[in-house]
C-alpha cells in the first residue's frame, strides 16, 4: 500500500510564500511522475505542476515564473516551492505520483492567501 502525506499549507497574505511537501512511502520502488494539482471551490482540480525522473517539468500558465516543482528521490519527497502568491491561488493542494503502473494521490493541503 502506498501512502502519500502532504505538509506545509497554511494561511499566507497576498505576495507571501509557502512550501508544500509531499513524502511517498509504503509499497513504491520506481517513481514516474510527482505533482501536484489544486481544487478551489465551486472548480474542477486542475494541474499545478509536474515533475517526470527526468527532471523534465510542466507548470499551469497561472505559476509560471511564481512556482518551482522539485524532487528528492532519496526521500521520495516533492517539493512545490509558491512565491509572490495570489488570492486565486487559494485551494486545497494535493500531491500526485506514479510507478508507471498506478497512480496514487494524497489527501491534500489547504492553502488560503488572504489579507
Known amino acids: 500500500q502506498v501512502q502519500l502525506v502532504e505538509s506545509g499549507g497554511g494561511l499566507v497574505q497576498p505576495g507571501g510564500s509557502l512550501r508544500l511537501s509531499c513524502v511517498a512511502s509504503g509499497s513504491i520502488f520506481s517513481i514516474n511522475r510527482m505533482g501536484w494539482f489544486r481544487q478551489a471551490p465551486g472548480k474542477q482540480r486542475e494541474l499545478v505542476a509536474l515533475?517526470?525522473?527526468?527532471?523534465?517539468?510542466n507548470y499551469a500558465d497561472s505559476v509560471k515564473d511564481r512556482f518551482a516543482i522539485s524532487r528528492d528521490d532519496a526521500k521520495k519527497t516533492v517539493y512545490l516551492q509558491m512565491n509572490s502568491l495570489k488570492p486565486e491561488d487559494t485551494a486545497i493542494y494535493s500531491c500526485?505520483?506514479?510507478?508507471?503502473?498506478?497512480?496514487?494521490w494524497g489527501q491534500g493541503t489547504q492553502v488560503t492567501v488572504s489579507s
Open positions: 515533475i517526470n525522473s527526468q527532471r523534465d517539468t
Open positions: 500526485f505520483t506514479d510507478d508507471y503502473q498506478e497512480s496514487y
